[in-house]
Nanobody, 124 residues
């Protein structure tokens, strides 16, 4: 079973950047597809980005396209989310997740393993 721990969240001004990291332990990281989701107060969990086991395929939610980049390093058991041009509406708790997807990559149900999340706050 894989364990996930996120880091890199914080407070940033609108237009700024943050890089989130998710460190995996417990073995088998390279065998998992990985995703990033976020949840803002009072809102449902939202898909942000996903990356396939090999790192070849990447997918983005509408709010992330053109601003965020997901990447992974299977040698270091990490997945990252580079977030640029941040907006106040990006404020949320960001969580990484591990699972296996074939065609559906944006549903939380595809990911049985989750980190505890890291808070991102974007001030206007």
């Amino acid at each position: 079973q894989v364990q996930l721990v996120e880091s890199g969240g914080g407070l940033v001004q609108a237009g700024g950047s943050l890089r989130l990291s998710c460190a995996a332990s417990g073995g088998g990281f390279s065998g998992y597809d990985m995703g990033w989701f976020r949840r803002a107060p009072g809102k449902e969990r939202e898909f942000v980005a996903a990356i396939s086991r090999s790192g070849v395929l990447t997918y983005y939610g509408d709010s992330a396209k053109g601003r965020f980049t997901i990447s992974r390093d299977n040698a270091k058991n990490t997945v990252s989310l580079q977030m640029n041009s941040l907006k106040p509406e990006d404020t949320a708790v960001y969580s990484c997740a591990a699972g296996h997807f074939v065609r559906i990559y944006d549903s939380p149900s595809q990911y049985p393993y989750w980190g505890q999340g890291t808070q991102v706050t974007v001030s206007s």
